[in-house]
């Protein structure tokens, strides 16, 4: 059995439908009946929180193998240490984590974050495989998207930095291998996309495939921190979001490798594949706003 946690979310819910396809006995975590409804066909749920031990006792019954994925939070530390903490109790036996890029080498943000949860797992009896993923190409709908449609314009302080956008659905195709195979125990990966980009050039790929001028404009970081502060972010994700942008700055973020298509045994996804299915999301012009 495998329980993939996370199964509403971003990651999670790819790698549940990758799971589902494969026809793999599978459970799928949510933290509430609402979001549980929504599972695919033939998936087994449970309702669980990370927060209540009790809880993820009862979900882990019978699981042998688990995809551990969790929300940028502040206590991601004890949320992910407590799960895992949980499938020592359970007997489980591989784990597959959900981890960051820079989670190597950075000691700021999310990766450090994820670091130390790393270290956590790895300091138990369990079996693990760990996923270091690059960005997302998602995420250019989520955070580049609304000032393109208003604008024309997204706005960063990523300077002439490079970052290898990686598409969700690889990452969720890599840990489904990772949950259902032997292979790639005791592995961390950092999977990267199979083109590093500049933001300007981002830019220039968007507007191509939307048929419309698109810029990419890069700003101060204290000025974008701010503006995330002005749309009343939490100063603790503003400060981690700009921290992250800092590693990228450093030219981190820019590794293209063929670890990604060794594990799917097929090239990754373009993002100018990518792009071409969103289209819509960056030409819809925001007629009210």
């Not at 050039?201 to 995330?228: F, L, N, S, T, W």
């Amino acid at each position: 059995m495998i329980l993939v946690t996370g199964a509403s979310g971003t990651v999670g819910r790819e790698v549940l439908n990758q799971v589902a396809k494969q026809g793999a006995e599978h459970r799928a975590m949510y933290r509430s009946d609402r979001e549980a409804a929504k599972a695919p066909a033939r998936t087994e749920t449970v309702v669980a929180d990370f927060a209540k031990k009790d809880t993820l006792d009862a979900a882990l019954l019978g699981v042998r193998s688990v995809y551990l994925v969790c929300s940028p939070v502040p206590d991601l530390v004890e949320l992910e240490s407590a799960m895992i903490d949980a499938c020592v109790r359970a007997g489980v036996t591989h784990v597959v984590l959900n981890s960051a890029l820079g989670a190597g080498d950075y000691d700021k943000s999310f990766p450090s974050w994820h670091r130390k949860v790393e270290d956590h797992l790895r300091s138990t009896a369990l079996s693990w495989t760990i996923l270091r993923p690059n960005s997302f190409h998602q995420n250019t709908v989520t955070y580049y998207a609304p000032s393109i449609r208003a604008q024309g314009v997204f706005y960063g302080s990523l300077g002439e930095a490079r970052m290898s956008y990686v598409d969700v659905r690889d990452v969720a195709a890599a840990a489904a291998a990772a949950l259902t195979g032997q292979a790639h125990r005791g592995k961390i990966y950092e999977l990267n996309g199979p083109l590093a980009l500049a933001s300007r050039e981002v830019a220039d790929k968007i507007a191509k495939q939307c048929g419309r001028p698109v810029k990419y404009v890069d700003i101060p970081m204290a000025a974008q921190h701010q503006a995330m502060l002005d749309t009343g972010m939490p100063r603790w994700q503003a400060t981690a979001l700009i921290e992250l942008q800092q590693y990228y700055v450093s030219g981190r973020g820019g590794q293209v490798d063929a670890t990604l298509e060794s594990i799917l045994g097929r090239p990754p996804i373009s993002l100018d594949a990518f792009l071409q299915e969103n289209a819509a999301q960056f030409r819809e012009q925001a007629a009210n706003a």
